[in-house]
């Protein structure tokens, strides 16, 4: 079973300009997450989706991130324009439901400049 | 407000040796507690899931217990290896936050030879 893949793996782009990141959950998973380290600071939520519902987005930052996931399958986070507190490390997961394990992909490593 | 604290956060021990990490959460309504292992440059990987009815759930070389009562979870690590050496992550789930994990800041774990 593959697992769940982020892509890129690292990204470098200057404040102002805009980043898209993507994840591939596990197939069959309904439930992706969308979470974030920064600044050496514990990992936080950020949003949830249920298939292509967005269950919760309490943790999304600002308006200048947008998180989609169209047809309930992979899911995109953009933020625009990207500033410099944006830099951190982007991990999505995906869980069958509430009671089995989430399973987290190796993360996006976004530095802004 | 929910918190998840951990100490140390970080600890140096000789292979072999054995080492318990701790974790006290303040998450109310508590659903369950689990405990991840981080490598570097890595995406979380789950080690145990427990409910608030367990005690003490093992993995391996690894043991986790949990006080729902004082709202205090150890994780302990038998004969450690050198690829024990990595990040180790308490995550509590909230009842009433139906997906959201709620992150401790993690406890840096080198293992020398």
């Known amino acids: 079973e593959a697992g769940v893949t982020q892509f890129p793996s690292h990204s470098v782009i200057e404040k102002g300009q805009t980043v898209t990141l993507r994840c591939d959950p596990i197939?069959?998973?309904?439930?992706l997450y969308w979470y974030r380290r920064v600044m050496g600071k514990e990992i936080k939520f950020l949003l949830h989706?249920?298939?292509?519902?967005?269950?919760?987005e309490s943790g999304m930052p600002n308006n200048r991130f947008l998180a989609e996931r169209t047809g309930g399958t992979y899911s995109t986070l953009k933020v625009q324009p990207a500033e410099l507190e944006d830099s951190g490390v982007y991990f999505c997961?995906?869980?069958?439901?509430?009671?089995?394990?989430?399973?987290f992909g190796n993360g996006t490593r976004l530095t802004v400049t | 407000k929910n918190q998840v604290e951990q100490s140390p956060q970080s600890l140096i021990i000789l292979e072999g040796k054995n080492c318990t990490l701790q974790c006290n959460y303040t998450v109310s309504p508590f659903s369950n507690l689990r405990w991840y292992k981080q490598d570097t440059g890595r995406g979380p990987v789950s080690l145990t899931i427990m409910t608030f009815s367990e005690n003490t759930k093992s993995n391996g070389r690894y043991t986790a217990t949990l006080d729902a009562d004082t709202k205090q979870s150890s994780l302990h690590i038998t004969a450690s290896q050198l690829s024990d050496s990595a990040s180790y992550i308490c995550?509590?789930?909230?009842?009433?936050?139906?997906?959201?994990?709620?992150f401790g800041s993690g406890t840096r774990l080198l293992v020398r030879p």
């Open positions: 995550v509590v789930i909230s009842m009433d936050s139906s997906y959201k994990l709620i």
């Open positions: 989706f249920v298939k292509e519902s967005k269950q919760d």
């Open positions: 997961a995906s869980s069958q439901d509430r009671w089995t394990g989430v399973h």
């Open positions: 197939s069959g998973h309904d439930n």
